[in-house]
């Protein structure tokens, strides 16, 4: 027989809360298809690593589901799916409601650019009989962690004569990869007297692309020159075509799982492709939401949100006044009425590393989907803050439907600090709160989430969005 509870336990259970790994809390028919939804997720991380390659797959899964391109004036009701592909960079996707949309729209918004390394406009180059690329680094990184990996090349080339290549190199087992050198500890001691920050620089992150000359007498640029033979082969590009290309280098490493427990995925751009996911799968997969649910994948959050396929662009505010507009509403009236997921990572508590973070109010790996009430620097510098009101609300939402959670902030006060996309939203008038998942080694070539935590993301955006 069970021992009774004491008055203090009682008590405390009533009154104290109680936060614990989420496993204690789910169904082995849940963990079962959590992990089975990552299988999916991992496959989405291999063959997406930039945003152009996002918006590919995104565009291609929507026509499958039955979604079609918006046109003005096409005539939208209740249950129709639309998308805008915004420059083959972004995407915004909309599954119409049964409600007036007067009453705003429920709002998904990720992104799909990470940070890597980005090659310059001229970046072929040959120093002592080695071919180089010169690259601009894209985003926060440390950028020693950049160096001795094997890093893939994907992007697309357009020719002078306007013609468009893609490229992909690096990703097929048969294919090469390219790394960016550094120094052998032995010839070190200098290098590694400057500050971490400075161990390598940005001049420095120069991609390896070839070794061999083109057998001539007398030649210079020997290796450069054969190296662009072999481009010209494969590709019809002379050099002055990297004018106008944009090559990302991103890690050549597939998405693995983590641990004997096989509880954790590492992979390079979870940040933030692991919203992007949860929450284009939670739009493909909503039939008859009560509000319109939109969802956004944007680029360009890593450096900032500007740029036209960026959030602080209009590109989304113009999609919501031409969806308002097919119901004879102004954008401002569906705008003021909505409400909004900015779906991105937190930081999640790293042992390692425990005094960046407040213990009492960080995001744990395993605890469930993060709802972060607000983010920026200092005294809550560029943050939106959502108000108690529309926290009351998703909390309730979150615990209505039995998604795990909990709430976390990014780092100590004065630590540091950073933002997402939810202030450019929230801007707009739309009630805006940050969810995401917890990550380990945000930023780094190799980033860590919990399987639980992206299971409980996608059925916090599904609650949210089909609501
Ligand atoms: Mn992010
Ligand atoms: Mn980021």
Redesign the pocket.
């Known amino acids: 027989m069970a021992k009774e509870k004491t008055e203090g336990q009682n008590l405390k259970e009533k009154l104290l809360s109680n936060k614990k790994h989420a496993l204690f809390n789910m169904s082995e028919e849940d963990i079962k298809k959590g992990d089975e939804f990552c299988e999916s997720y991992k496959k989405f991380l291999d063959s997406a690593k930039t945003e152009r390659e996002a918006v590919e797959y995104t565009v291609d899964l929507l026509e499958k589901k039955g979604f079609v391109p918006f046109k003005p004036g096409m005539g939208l009701k209740d249950g129709d799916k639309v998308y805008v592909n915004n420059r083959g960079k972004a995407v915004i996707m909309a599954v119409i409601g049964s409600e007036d949309i007067k009453n705003g729209v429920n709002i998904c918004a990720a992104?799909i650019d990470?940070?890597r390394l980005d090659l310059k406009q001229c970046p072929v180059y040959e120093d002592n009989e080695i071919a180089l690329f010169k690259t601009h680094y894209y985003?926060?990184i440390k950028k020693y962690q950049w160096t001795v990996i094997p890093l893939a090349l994907h992007g697309v080339i357009v020719k002078a004569d306007g013609s468009k290549i893609k490229v992909t190199v690096g990703e097929d087992e048969s294919d090469p990869v390219f790394c960016v050198n550094d120094l052998l500890p032995h010839l070190a001691a200098e290098q590694m007297k400057r500050p971490l920050a400075q161990g390598i620089k940005g001049e420095e992150l120069n991609i390896v692309i070839g070794s061999r000359p083109f057998k001539e007498d007398k030649l210079s640029e020997a290796v450069k020159l054969n190296i662009m033979k072999i481009l010209n082969e494969k590709y019809g590009i002379v050099e002055d075509d990297f004018l106008s290309a944009e090559l990302e280098a991103v890690p050549a490493f597939k998405a693995k799982d983590v641990g004997f427990d096989r509880s954790l995925i590492g992979a390079y751009g979870h940040?933030?492709r692991v919203c992007a996911y949860t929450a284009l799968m939670a739009a493909v997969n909503c039939t008859a939401p009560k509000k319109t649910a939109v969802t956004v994948l944007t680029d360009k959050?890593?450096t900032g949100s500007d740029g036209n396929t960026g959030l602080q662009s209009a590109y989304l505010k113009y999609f919501i006044a031409d969806i308002a507009a097919e119901f004879n509403e102004e954008g401002r009236t569906v705008l003021s009425a909505s409400e909004c997921m900015s779906a991105?990572?937190n930081s999640a508590f790293d042992p390692t590393f425990p005094d960046v973070l407040e213990k009492r109010n960080c995001a744990y790996i395993n605890y469930g989907v993060c709802v972060t009430k607000f983010t920026g620097a200092r005294g809550k510098s560029g943050t939106s803050d959502a108000s108690a009101e529309f926290v009351g609300k998703i909390r309730k939402l979150l615990d209505d439907n039995g998604v795990i959670w909990q709430t976390g902030e990014l780092g100590k006060v004065d630590m540091g600090g950073?933002g997402t996309v939810a202030a450019y939203i929230a801007n707009l008038n739309v009630d805006t709160i940050d969810v995401g998942v917890p990550v380990l080694s945000?930023?780094a070539p190799f980033e860590t989430v919990s399987k639980i935590d992206v299971y409980m993301t996608y059925k916090a955006f599904s609650a949210f969005i089909s609501a």
């Open positions: 992104h990470s940070p985003g926060g940040d933030d959050e890593e991105d990572v950073g945000m930023h």
